[in-house]
RNA sequence: UCCUGGGUAGCUCAAUGGUAGAGCGGGUGGCUGUUAACCACCAGGUUGCAGGUUCGAAUCCUGCCCCAGGAGCCA
């Protein structure tokens, strides 16, 4: 009865019209329906009287197989169907006899969109050096490692919003032009439309920026943190998730010339409040990921690097060490090591002694607070020591510093003192200063490097393979 | 920016002063409900660029360009 019944189900649905569906849906759909598919070509096998074709849309990491027999579609049109080319596909989902797939589609008629000349088409089956990948990152994107890295990326993008949005967080957004050098240190991207071959000049003989633009020279932002400040002084808890943009001449895997930034800021958080937000989040959105990305995550473990899934576990349950400057100054002293610079106290930390903390002293996320006033920004609170800030950096393994921040000075005067000391014009930080005039209250935030965390989720190595289209010092292609 | 290593076929690499090769990818044919398929054959090169040394340079020297890793800067 029930197979009679089964039977005549499928012969109905044979006459349907076929439901359009991506591949992640259609894994999903009973066997029996009829689908269009639309994807880009993984590989074509081709056996006698039969070819399987590996159909890959980036709804999910697995491809759909289809099952194309002998003379159901022209022979000419089966062989333009090669690695790289665009295909829509209907036929009949069914149960599939071999493993490796549970489902596959027997392909009724198959639609070429755009062929992909398989004698110039850069993607090849077996894998590529991600260096290679890198010169086309315009096609790298339809590959195993690219796809999963982005559908992380944006699931990793989405946990971010939803974290600070359950907890009353506002999203602000920055300017992207601003006037102001908002660290104090680090080139900056010049933002100008006078013509550079023949700029206006004053009497003295130096560039009239007053005819620039904005009448003023201005960049591209390096942090949204003081104008975050303006809105948690309103708002009480914001965040921002924006690009950000660096002029340093950094070379290395950890750096890029363009990245984004989440900067949450939060009136009434003290640097103790700061950090239990900070492992909070953290936590979160490790946790959302390896929820919502399992088989991308899987992947990574697998092919990439085979400590992430456990490091990740770990991470999302551990507690993270809290330990002052002060005190990592005395653990490094104390380790047998050769350090290529020794500990001192008042010197910043090394990456290799961040590495030793995080890596080897904890095993765990570290949180560092309270470092010399000298070695960090004006805007971080003076501790009543005289020496030290309320700073507080959250060293993982692998990636080294991955959040900055601090609880921000918020008395007046200390403010003041602090913008002289450090050799910046006070004129320019009016508006900063009217906060702490107007209403003050104490206030902290921090910042998260976006795709530093990528990296940490994901095991890649590079900080160019978790962003689309890496901005580097001499190289904007694409 | 500094230090180190590298640049040879579409890709990944070999050839250590003496005829530029392999695997993968590509083409052709065969075989097989295939899974990074398999077998055979074929095509494929300004050895990063410019000079120099040498009878002879992928190889040695000089300069430049590019890439990667480490450091600094930082997220």
């Keep these: 009865m029930k197979q009679a019944h089964r039977e005549r189900f499928q012969v109905k649905c044979s006459h349907m019209e076929p439901k359009l569906v991506c591949v992640k849906q259609a894994y ?23 070819s399987f074709i590996e159909l890959n849309d980036g709804s999910r990491f697995k491809s759909l197989q289809l099952v194309v027999n002998e003379g ?3 022979e000419e049109l089966l062989k333009r169907i090669t690695t790289g080319a665009c295909i829509a596909a209907t036929g009949e989902l069914v149960e599939s006899p071999a493993p490796g797939q549970p489902v596959e589609l027997r392909v009724e008629h198959i639609h070429l969109y755009g062929e992909a000349d ?5 993607m090849q089956k077996k894998g590529h050096s991600f260096e290679f990948l890198r010169e086309i990152a315009h096609l790298r994107v339809r590959g195993n490692t690219f796809g999963a890295v982005f559908r992380v990326r ?24 601003t006037p102001s050098d908002c660290e104090g240190a680090g080139a900056l991207f010049r933002v100008t439309t006078l013509d550079l071959e023949n700029p206006p000049r004053t009497p003295d003989g130096r560039i009239d920026w007053s005819q620039d633009f904005f009448g003023r020279p201005t960049y591209l932002t390096v942090s949204g943190q003081l104008e975050a400040e303006v809105f948690a002084l309103a708002f009480g808890k914001v965040y921002t998730f924006g690009p950000t943009f660096r002029a340093e001449n950094s070379n290395t895997p950890r750096h890029l010339a363009e990245f984004w930034m989440v900067e949450p800021e939060m009136a009434f958080y003290e640097l103790p409040d700061n950090m239990r937000l900070a492992e909070e989040f953290l936590k979160y959105i490790i946790q959302y990921v390896l929820d919502n990305c399992r088989e991308d995550m899987e992947f990574f473990h697998q092919r990439i690097d085979n400590t992430v899934l456990s490091t990740l576990e770990h991470v999302a349950t551990a507690s993270f060490e809290h330990i002052t400057y002060t005190e990592a100054i005395q653990i490094l002293q104390k380790a047998e090591r050769d350090w290529e610079f020794p500990p001192v106290w008042g010197n910043d930390l090394q990456t290799e002694h961040e590495r030793y903390l995080t890596e080897e002293a904890f095993k765990k996320p570290v949180i560092v607070t309270d470092y010399p006033k000298e070695i960090k920004a004006f805007y971080m609170r003076l501790n009543d020591d005289g020496r030290t800030v309320r700073a507080m950096d959250v060293l993982v393994p692998r990636v080294g510093e991955i959040i900055g921040g601090s609880q921000r000075e918020e008395r007046y005067d200390v403010l003041l003192q602090r913008i002289r000391e450090s050799g910046l014009n006070e004129q320019d930080y009016w508006w900063y200063l009217d906060l702490r005039k107007y209403g003050s209250a104490p206030h902290s935030g921090f910042g998260l490097g976006f795709e530093r965390m990528l990296m940490y989720i994901t095991g890649m190595k590079n900080i160019r393979d978790v962003i689309p289209f890496p901005r580097t010092p001499g190289n904007a292609e694409f």
């Design 72 to 74: 159901v579609i022209p």
């Design 28 to 50: 999903q759909m009973p066997v029996g329906s009829r689908l269009t598919v639309r994807g880009w070509v993984r590989s074509r096998r081709d056996s006698k009287g039969i």
């Design 118 to 122: 398989p004698a110039t088409y850069p």
């Design 154 to 177: 944006n699931t990793l993008a989405y946990a971010i919003h939803k974290f600070f949005q359950e907890r009353d967080f506002l999203y602000v957004h920055t300017p992207i032009i």
